[in-house]
């Protein structure tokens, strides 16, 4: 509710990222946990989440079929982080499918 209602508020890019967390882990919703997580991104997150929603993104579509979307996502996160601390972790994802 607050990411459609309050798409400006800073507490909707960490809603989003909460869903995208919850379709994850909890829901096993791989497609839908990739959009919380690219929308999180597009609203803003703290620096500190930030980069570890580029990483989640690419960890919930590494359960799909999406090999486009896996390999773009994942050089979306090499591009903005190319030393980032989920670096290893991404190329283990985008190279599972």
Do not use: C, M
């Not at 400006?8 to 379709?23: N, P, V, W």
């Not at 839908?32 to 980069?51: C, N, T, V």
């Amino acid at each position: 509710q607050i990411v459609s209602d309050y798409p400006h508020d800073s507490a909707s890019g960490l809603a989003a990222f909460t869903i995208g967390r919850i379709r994850l882990h909890d829901l096993k919703q791989y497609n839908a946990a990739a959009d919380g997580f690219s929308l999180a991104i597009r609203l803003g997150l703290p620096a500190g989440l930030r980069e570890q929603a580029y990483a989640k993104q690419v960890e919930a579509l590494s359960h799909t079929d999406d090999s486009r979307r896996l390999r773009a996502a994942a050089d979306s996160y090499n591009q903005h982080y190319p030393k980032g601390i989920w670096k290893e972790w991404v190329e283990r994802w985008s190279k599972s499918r």
